[in-house]
T-cell receptor
Framework: SQQGEEDPQALSIQEGENATMNCSYKTSINNLQWYRQNSGRGLVHLILIRSNEREKHSGRLRVTLDTSKKSSSLLITASRAADTASYFCATVGGTSYGKLTFGQGTILTVHP | SAVISQKPSRDICQRGTSLTIQCQVDSQVTMMFWYRQQPGQSLTLIATANQGSEATYESGFVIDKFPISRPNLTFSTLTVSNMSPEDSSIYLC?????????????FGPGTRLTVL
């Protein structure tokens, strides 16, 4: 079964609001990554957080990781219509570079 | 960042035929992978493309169905053999460049395959 479970499956918000997506996983990890996918196109890497990190920021993105709960969250602040996309978390275990196990994804719709 | 191109970007194929997808990277990378994304689903790793040797397949994927080549550090192909409508998916190439203390991973734009 998939390593990651994400919620919500779909999120609809207004421009300017914050969007929070959650991801849970089942086994120990080396790192957790978040990706964005626009309309079934290629993936864009957003941010990587290692297992020994608890929080990371990149621009309007904030990612947290709680290894005791095996969960992560992605917060997008001050959302824009251009943020409309599918967002996936993906985990890497051990030294399995590049072998990502993806969650089911959250479809985010930001209304202008 | 690594620039990855895939050919073709999309194709519509008949049942029983085969399609070879190419992945070209603009610089040498340590590792290359092939992923599949079925309609409305998340991504699943098919295999690791190993330079000069047989690919390493994940559970549920076999070489006869998805033969993979990687003749050098910047190029790989994935063939989808004897296709059926269930093979309709987006196939994505991914590369990792392992650097000291960090690793960077990138995805290609994907090949959208429809099998009739």
């Amino acid at each position: 079964s998939q390593q990651g479970e994400e919620d919500p499956q779909a999120l609809s918000i207004q421009e300017g609001e914050n969007a929070t997506m959650n991801c849970s996983y089942k086994t120990s990890i080396n790192n957790l990554q978040w990706y964005r996918q626009n309309s079934g196109r290629g993936l864009v890497h957003l941010i990587l957080i290692r297992s020994n990190e608890r929080e990371k920021h990149s621009g309007r993105l904030r990612v947290t990781l709680d290894t005791s709960k095996k969960s992560s969250s992605l917060l997008i602040t001050a959302s824009r219509a251009a943020d409309t996309a599918s967002y996936f978390c993906a985990t890497v275990g051990g030294t399995s570079y590049g072998k990502l196990t993806f969650g089911q994804g959250t479809i985010l719709t930001v209304h202008p | 960042s690594a620039v990855i191109s895939q050919k073709p970007s999309r194709d519509i194929c008949q049942r029983g035929t085969s399609l070879t997808i190419q992945c070209q990277v603009d610089s040498q990378v340590t590792m290359m992978f092939w992923y599949r994304q079925q309609p409305g689903q998340s991504l699943t790793l098919i295999a690791t493309a190993n330079q000069g040797s047989e690919a390493t397949y994940e559970s549920g994927f076999v070489i006869d169905k998805f033969p993979i080549s990687r003749p050098n550090l910047t190029f790989s192909t994935l063939t989808v053999s004897n296709m059926s409508p269930e093979d309709s998916s987006i196939y994505l190439c991914s590369v990792v460049r392992v650097l000291a203390g960090a690793d960077e991973q990138f995805f290609g734009p994907g090949t959208r395959l429809t099998v009739l």
